[in-house]
């Protein structure tokens, strides 16, 4: 990949209304980032509405920024992009890394949990996963209080990865600012977030998806119902990785998550020797290193107006497959890919996990 086409991959996944699905989408049509970028407001025009891409300058910024940090970037194609994120729906194509990129290579097992959790499971977690770092797994976590600065520290000496849902130079929460510092100098610390940008809500589920993606499986230790570990849990579960839970007393409100997980048939892990046991059986060949190829379903150039037209009438605010679209379109696959691209260009559509969208 020469530098051009690394910077105008990078200028396209910053611009306005591309997320990860378009932007494969974009790269598979039309080759390049660079002719993805001349095309998107041609594109957004089809669609109804009108589209901009990121400005050549700030782009520059970000990257002179980052390189000032200490930190790089992985971009999906490259050949230490992890591979087992790739498989990931959604998987973010641009990465900022600040550490050991080798680790991500590693047996990687994620840990989760409450954020307000008991002195017994953050010191269980802590033990865990020192554990497992004599196992030479390494620990994949969120930096977040509790559970998660338990599961870090326990492995920081035998390797850990944190995801955060900021920029690299953004502390949160401010009090591990110093062991992020440490996981940027001794382990991986890992975003998809520019350098400056600041915490938000939906940012934290976007992180957790990267959490699953990097590892084999995930273990939950603490976690009420309805908690963004259980969220960790499911997008896990949904990519074909190992959940496991460790159970807690039923009287304890942040135990029921891991107990409702193993209802559910979770794992229970005990120990290291179970999770080990538990990821020990997963196809080697989910951690063959390939190179990636953006073999994303073909988008037609051209699309009938009638066409165009059933496929938006069949668009509402509920979510629905894309391939329901298709089915009840009888239109076909690349020329329903195409409306939902110009849609989402145009600001008109937005797309779900699961492979689903809804008009705006």
């Known amino acids: 990949m020469s530098d051009q086409e690394r910077f105008d991959r990078l200028r396209l996944i910053r611009s306005p209304r591309i997320g990860p699905v378009t932007y494969r989408q974009l790269l598979a049509r039309f080759g390049n980032a660079g002719e993805a970028l001349r095309a998107v407001p041609e594109l957004a025009s089809r669609g109804g509405g009108r589209a901009s891409v990121a400005d050549a300058g700030d782009v520059e910024q970000e ?50 949990g409450a954020r307000n959790a008991s002195a017994a499971a953050c010191r269980f977690a802590r033990g865990l996963a020192q554990d497992l770092g004599r196992e030479d797994a390494i620990i994949v976590s969120g930096l977040a209080r509790g559970i998660d600065t338990a599961a870090h520290q326990g492995a920081l000496s035998s390797g850990t990865i944190a995801v955060i849902a900021s920029g690299i130079d953004v502390s949160f929460p401010p009090e591990n600012s110093e062991l992020q510092a440490q996981i940027g100098e001794q382990g ?58 460790v159970p807690g007393s039923p009287i304890d409100p942040r135990a029921q998550g891991c107990n409702q997980l193993i209802r559910d048939g979770a794992i229970l892990v005990q120990n ?83 492979g689903r969208v809804s008009l705006r």
């Open 272 to 354: 290291a020797a179970d999770v080990m046991e538990a990821v020990g059986s997963i196809d080697p060949r989910m951690v063959r290193q390939e190179s990636f190829a953006f073999n994303a379903e073909p988008v037609s150039s051209e699309v009938a107006v009638k066409e165009r037209d059933t496929v938006i009438a069949l668009l509402g605010a509920a979510a629905v497959p894309v391939d329901e679209l298709i089915r009840l379109s009888g239109v076909s696959p690349a020329a329903v890919q195409t409306v939902l691209l110009e849609l989402e260009l145009a600001g008109r559509v937005d797309r779900h996990a699961g």
């Open 63 to 112: 990257i002179a920024r980052s390189r000032a940090l200490g930190a790089r970037y992985l971009l999906m194609g490259d050949a230490d992009y992890p591979f087992l994120l790739e498989q990931m729906e959604g998987a973010p194509p641009a990465l900022i890394v600040r550490g050991d990129g080798a680790l991500a290579a590693g047996r990687c097992i994620a840990m989760v």
């Open 188 to 245: 991986l610390l890992i975003t998809e977030h520019p350098p400056g940008v600041q915490p938000l809500a939906r940012q934290f589920p976007a992180r957790n998806r990267i959490i699953a993606g990097l590892s084999l499986g995930t273990v939950v230790v603490e976690a009420a119902p309805k908690s963004g570990s259980l969220i960790t849990a499911r997008l896990a579960g949904e990519a074909g990785r190992e959940v496991m839970a």
